[in-house]
């Protein structure tokens, strides 16, 4: 079971980019799909989530708007496309995978991680 997480990067403010986390070793379509961040000295947080049939999703107010989340369980791909980032979004990225029902925002729901992509937006 792997997730390996991409696209991250330096982007000024303003800017976009679009993470990708790509699942092996197991099928997307059981699983809901979060996606978390952590900033230097701060905790882990929530920052979008998506359910196995891409019907529901829910966000962070502070992304809400900007940032969308997105699946392609053809690909076993997730994907966040982060629009007008601010330096604020400053992180390493994560995604992860959930079993269950209902999505989640809190880390412990998660199953399983992939291994984190650096996002700095700076000018």
């Known amino acids: 079971v792997q997730l390996q997480a991409s696209g991250g990067g330096l982007v000024q403010p303003g800017g976009s980019l679009r993470l990708s986390c790509t699942a092996s070793?197991?099928?997307?379509?059981?699983?809901?799909i979060g996606w978390f961040r952590q900033a230097p000295g701060k905790e882990r947080e929530f920052v979008a989530a998506i359910g196995r049939n891409g019907g529901s999703t829910a966000y962070a107010y502070n992304v809400k708007g900007r940032f969308t989340i997105s699946r392609d369980n053809a690909k076993n791909t997730m994907y966040l496309q982060m629009n007008s980032l601010k330096p604020e979004d400053t992180a390493v990225y994560y995604c992860?995978?959930?079993?269950?029902?209902?999505?989640?925002?809190?880390?412990?729901?998660?199953?399983?991680w992939g291994q984190g992509t650096q996002v700095t937006v700076s000018s």
């Open positions: 070793g197991f099928s997307l379509d059981n699983y809901d």
């Open positions: 992860a995978v959930k079993s269950g029902i209902t999505i989640a925002t809190v880390t412990s729901r998660y199953d399983y």
